[in-house]
């Protein structure tokens, strides 16, 4: 089989993909390896987007300030791909280049493409240390969890203080489940700010229009920051304050004990330091663009809060019973050629562009710009693959 363009995965970037090239009349084929939207189906029964309305625009209408739930994501990703070329089922196993273009092989058997968008996502297969293997509880990741009636009775370990991690603490809690948490530097939006949710000013401030260029890479390497629906921006601090036990980062196990290290102070600091960053953003953008904006509210002057500092974790002392890792995400890209990919098994690109002709990436963290890995800024740089495809195509 031959195609212009193929476009490998049918979730929002490889839907994005699609609709570009429709646009400009390029014939192209989506495969999906499973079902549209797979890895949205795989969250949690609560989970909603951390991104609201206004920055989801491809998924259609909604409430300007609405965090969608899962089913709903689903069903109108499902929409989008109704009236695409996808077909679903059929698995990409391999990537050969050609002299006169690209060989997917697949579970249907190769296809040859002159042009080919690998949409596959970079964040789909849980990380779970080796070490977990050995321990002696249930223990689940982002894609297997539900909700806490799938766990049993006992205390639950969260390992990772993400966005995925801090939704599942709070689905835990609210079902009543005593619930410990191992920390990780990640950022806090403080929201509300000056009268605005904090996402809304960042959006108009340029925040997620930032080039890699423009921000350090040890902090580009950092999960996105906490914005947890339903309800004001999430501070590890007065969770803590509340009742919610915080660890440091979990580095090793033995004997029905967990090793723990000493950097949760250190975690919740990396939090605050990019709460700040954000604050003086915002401040920035409301006096250079002349937004009538009120007065930031003073901050909470308590900033003291409990913290375990343990260098081991005895699971059965604890009553520890089940583990959540949600420890972050890699993408599934080892089928394509290792020459492609960082010693991290990323795929080399620039912009999105391949060292190899034609083939391009989209929906990677940070590929143009910090919105790329998410559906506000899909569209935009699908509509700028879809062009180099086009003058790809042109050329041949």
């Known amino acids: 089989m031959s195609v212009d363009c193929v476009v490998v995965g049918a979730g929002p ?37 951390n991104t609201p309305g206004f920055l989801n625009p491809m998924l259609g209408p909604a409430p300007e300030h609405e965090y969608t739930p899962r089913d709903e994501v689903v069903r109108r990703l499902e929409s989008l791909a109704s009236s695409g070329p996808v077909r679903t ?105 000056r009268g605005r949710p904090m996402i809304a000013w960042l959006a108009a401030a340029g925040f997620f229009d930032q080039r890699p260029a423009d921000v350090p890479e040890e902090l580009r390497r950092l999960p996105n920051p906490l914005v947890v629906p339903g309800g004001p921006g999430p501070d590890l601090r007065r969770m803590a304050r509340e009742g919610l036990p915080l660890l440091g980062r979990v580095t090793g196990a033995g004997g029905g004990r967990l090793q723990v290290d000493d950097s949760v102070r250190a975690n919740i600091a990396a939090g605050e330091a990019f709460a700040e960053r954000a604050r003086t953003l915002v401040d920035g953008a409301i006096d250079r663009l002349g937004l009538d904006a009120p007065s930031a509210d003073a901050e909470d002057a308590d900033t003291s809060y409990p913290v375990r500092e343990d260098a081991e974790l005895d699971l059965r002392d604890e009553d520890v019973t089940s583990i959540v890792w949600c420890a972050g995400m890699r993408g599934s890209h080892g089928w394509l050629p290792a020459e492609l990919l960082d010693d991290r098994g990323v795929p080399r690109h620039v912009d999105g562009s391949a060292d190899l002709p034609g083939l391009w990436f989209l929906g990677l963290r940070w590929m143009r710009r910090r919105g790329s890995s998410n559906f506000e800024g899909m569209p935009t740089d699908a509509g700028a693959v879809a062009d180099a495809v086009l003058t790809h195509l042109s050329a041949r």
């Open 89 to 193: 089922g059929v698995a990409v196993t391999a990537l050969v280049p050609r002299l006169d273009g690209l060989t997917l092989e697949t579970s249907a058997g190769p296809v040859h493409a002159r042009a080919v968008v690998v949409a596959t996502g970079a964040e789909n297969v849980p990380r779970v240390p080796a070490f977990a293997a050995d321990l002696p509880v249930v223990q689940q990741t982002t894609t297997t969890y539900r909700s806490p009636d799938g766990l049993p009775a006992g205390t639950v370990l969260v390992v990772g203080s993400g966005q995925s991690g801090v939704q599942v603490v709070r689905d835990l809690m609210a079902a009543g489940r005593r619930v410990l948490l191992a920390t990780s530097p990640v950022g806090r939006l403080p929201s509300p700010y």
């Open 13 to 49: 970037a490889g839907l994005a993909a699609s609709a570009a090239l429709t646009a400009r009349g390029i014939e192209h084929e989506v495969l999906e390896r499973s079902r549209v939207g797979e890895s949205w189906r795989s969250r949690w029964d609560s989970f909603r987007l």
